[in-house]
């Protein structure tokens, strides 16, 4: 069959041919249709994700769409190695797979599903979001955080705030008040001191580094004694901060993980569902690029702020 295949870390994918999986009696073959280049992808093909194995070569892909033999639409995520979303089939345990509804398309779906789950995951799994309850999403303008601030208003978050870089992007997220990344760590910490003063209650955060250092500080700085859940999904603009134990101490926080390993796969099975029961309702979408698969080694490294999905 036809595959992305990673052959090395460092190396992108090349399109080509790999052996057909072939079916255990606790799984089921999907037939791909679309597959999704999400952040994760691109860092487990590169070896670069905590979650990679090392071992290759392998078929690049986290989770996809497709049809089953009896013809069933499915979302998939984690195939059974060294088989990834992006070919032409894969076989899937049971319990790692789920029928799609009938009014969310393919492409939509397969758009949406890293994405969204990872801040449905986060809010309903990890922070244990009350409604009524204040929201921060650091991270706001990439697509996973362009949807949390949709997802945080739909579970109930009565106040969002957004932070990113790209002010056009920040300008029409609907968010209650954005903040704009720029300047130190001390001159971010300013800019949203006013608003953990006020009480923020949960902060997602998918760039790690520096605004998550600053976060953190004004967070301890804030309501001294009053909960923060402070809940890790992302790291793009750093692996590592330095962190003053005494913030901890002296603080509310409290400092969460949301991914795989921190959450059980039953967990993550249902946030992928609750998201997709809900997407058609509440406008869950992300401008996507549909790519052919063959296309893989060219389009690896496009970012033109549209979510491409490869399809067979």
Same mark, same amino acid.
């Given at each position: 069959m036809k595959a992305a295949i990673v052959e090395q870390a460092g190396q992108k994918p090349r399109y080509g041919d790999f052996p057909e999986p072939e079916l255990a009696s606790d799984e089921v073959r999907v037939n791909v249709t679309a597959a999704a280049l999400s952040p994760l992808a691109r860092a487990r093909a590169a070896g670069t994700h905590?979650?990679?194995?090392?071992t290759y070569p392998f078929v690049a892909g986290v989770d996809?769409? %497709?049809h089953t033999d009896d013809g069933a639409r499915a979302f998939f995520v984690l195939p059974r190695a060294p088989q990834g979303a992006m070919a032409e089939m894969v076989t899937v345990p049971n319990g790692q797979w789920l029928p799609l509804p009938d009014d969310l398309d393919d492409y939509t779906a397969a758009a949406i599903a890293n994405a969204g789950t990872s801040s449905w995951a986060a809010l309903v799994e990890r922070a244990r979001l009350c409604r009524g309850e204040t929201v921060l999403v650091n991270g706001a303008t990439?697509?996973?955080g362009q949807l949390a601030v949709r997802i945080a208003r739909h579970l109930g978050a009565s106040r969002v705030i957004a932070t990113g870089r790209n002010q056009a992007v920040l300008?029409?997220?609907?968010?209650?008040?954005?903040?704009?990344?720029e300047g130190n760590t001390e001159a971010l910490q300013a800019a949203v001191?006013?608003?953990?003063?006020? %009480?923020?209650?949960?902060?997602?955060?998918?760039l790690w580094g520096p605004s998550a250092r600053a976060l953190l500080l004004a967070a301890a700085a804030g309501r001294r004694g009053v909960p923060v859940r402070f809940v890790q999904i992302g790291s793009i603009t750093g692996e590592e901060i330095a962190l003053p134990a005494g913030i901890l101490r002296s603080s509310g926080i409290e400092l969460l993980g949301s991914g795989i390993g921190s959450l059980s796969l039953d967990q993550m099975m249902a946030a992928i569902k609750g998201m997709f029961a809900a997407a058609k309702p509440a406008g869950f979408t992300l401008d996507h690029r549909v790519v052919p698969l063959a296309d893989v080694a060219e389009t690896w490294d496009d970012g033109d702020g549209a979510r491409i999905l490869f399809t067979t």
């Open positions: 905590y979650s990679a194995s090392g996809g769409v %497709g990439g697509s996973s300008d029409t997220l609907g968010a209650d008040a954005v903040v704009r990344l001191a006013e608003h953990f003063a006020a %009480g923020v209650d949960v902060v997602l955060d998918y």
